[in-house]
């Protein structure tokens, strides 16, 4: 696991560059990545989430492309169009901003369901449609999506099918006095970002994809994972529990957050730290926890509280 402990650290440590004092967010990213997954991040405006997708195409050397949503985008805006040649008298596949390997979907709750739904085929099946021909994406393929919580004037919620796809959820929050007073003075002649280099290869990134997925995970854990999001689905103050890919998610991700620990096993632990940003966005609540305030953080935090942490040998 040295490898991919290695190779996270040069990741993550090449993002703080830019990404000042949030390695917790910037970790949670990198497993994200390592996992093959997509990740929504919502914020307000200005905290760096863009920065953040930037700086992971740069660090990998990835084509990077930046989708605006907007509500009169079209379909074909995101996926690309067929153009008659008059010359060679034959349909030409245009390709759309989709065909990149990181891919930033910027504020995508502005665009209508119509043209957020042209992502849920890239997203899952990792190639896209465009009249009857299908055109596989580049490899590695990552969306990284975002959207304001605040402003909702004019925006499209994200439904659950969409929301189902994003492997993790997470928020950057404001910066600490200190290390805003460094993002002052590292940007007083410069964006950083304009000379961040690559720090590993996307072949690389391809072999840690592969090499997370033999992280050894005891039959206990898995059994308390699944019980996780079996008590989300029977919880009373919840509307719609979390489906099996929320399963499927969980059990990846402490996969990789394991191996970046340097260990080839993985710890009840491993499940608690990422059963809020694998979840929340999965869990919709009923109207009457709504009218209570409660939110999605919350009922998890009360479902570990009622699931047996295993015990034992977990090592395999």
């Known amino acids: 696991m040295e490898k991919i402990q290695n190779f996270a650290e040069k990741v993550a440590a090449n993002i703080e560059k ?6 917790s967010p910037v970790d949670l990213a990198v497993i994200c990545l390592l996992c093959q997954g997509h990740l929504l991040i919502e914020d ?10 930037r700086s992971i195409a740069l660090s990998l050397g990835c084509s990077f492309s930046r989708i605006q949503f907007t509500p009169d985008m079209l379909p074909s805006d995101v996926t690309g169009v067929s153009i008659f040649n008059q010359v060679t008298r034959q349909f030409e596949f ?7 390997q990181i891919v930033l979907s910027d504020e995508i709750n502005r665009a ?45 919620p994200l439904p659950e099918a969409q929301l189902d796809r994003f492997l993790m959820r997470l928020e950057l929050g404001y910066p ?59 919880h009373p103050d ?15 991700t402490t ?6 620990s340097g260990r080839d096993f993985v710890l009840p632990d491993d499940v608690k730290a990422l059963v809020h940003t694998t979840l929340s966005h999965r869990v919709i609540l009923g109207p009457a926890a709504r009218l209570r305030d409660l939110n999605a953080d919350q009922i998890l935090q009360d479902v570990l509280g009622k699931v047996v942490v295993p015990g034992g040998d977990l090592k395999g």
């Open 18 to 23: 830019v990404i000042v004092g949030k390695r």
């Open 44 to 53: 307000v405006p200005g905290v760096g989430k863009t920065v953040l997708a």
């Open 176 to 234: 600490s006095l200190e290390d805003e007073m460094n993002i002052l003075d590292r940007q007083q002649y410069k964006h950083p970002i304009l000379s961040l280099q690559q720090v590993v290869s996307s072949q690389e990134l391809e072999e840690a994809q592969e090499e997370i997925k033999k992280v050894y995970v005891a039959p206990a854990v898995k059994k308390y994972m699944v019980e996780i999001v079996r008590q989300t689905r029977q």
């Open 238 to 252: 919840v509307y719609l529990g979390a489906s099996p890919r929320g399963s499927l998610a969980l059990f990846r």
């Open 255 to 260: 996969q990789a957050r394991a191996a970046m």
């Open 94 to 100: 245009r390709a759309g901003p989709v065909m990149s």
């Open 112 to 156: 209508t369901p119509k043209t957020q739904a042209s992502l849920l085929e890239a997203m899952e099946e990792r190639q896209i449609t465009v009249d009857g021909t299908t055109h596989p994406l580049p490899k590695p393929f990552m969306v990284l999506a975002t959207q304001n919580p605040i402003e909702y004037e004019g925006t499209f």
